[in-house]
């Protein structure tokens, strides 16, 4: 879920942009085969993440952990949390909580 809340701020921030101009243009913006830039809709995580910290929305820092969170957020199908070995308890989904409000307060 704090993947999920990350993304849609950072969807929300571009849709309160008067000139998104800067978004679309980055160079960091997904684009396809052709060049063209994706629509909003078309982007994952990384892509406003790595946006975000193209247009100094986010730290280095939070650009870096977020990509670890978005990594974890995929730990909530059972499946991959198994074939991969991976246990989180209460303690690693506070400390997870804490980043997302450190990112939610810069993307504010």
Do not use: C
């Amino acid at each position: 879920m704090m993947g999920g809340i990350l993304e849609g701020l950072l969807l929300a921030k571009i849709n309160q942009l008067s000139n998104q101009a800067p978004v679309f243009t980055a160079a960091s913006a997904p684009r396809d085969k052709a060049g063209k830039t994706l629509l909003l809709k078309d982007w994952t995580l990384k892509n406003y993440i790595d946006v975000a910290h193209e247009l100094k929305w986010i730290t280095t820092a939070a650009k870096d952990i977020g990509e670890v969170m978005r990594d974890y957020r995929n730990y909530i199908h059972p499946q991959k949390e198994l074939s991969h070995g991976i246990t989180l308890v209460e303690g690693d989904a506070q400390m997870l909580w804490e980043i997302a409000k450190s990112m939610i307060r810069q993307i504010l």
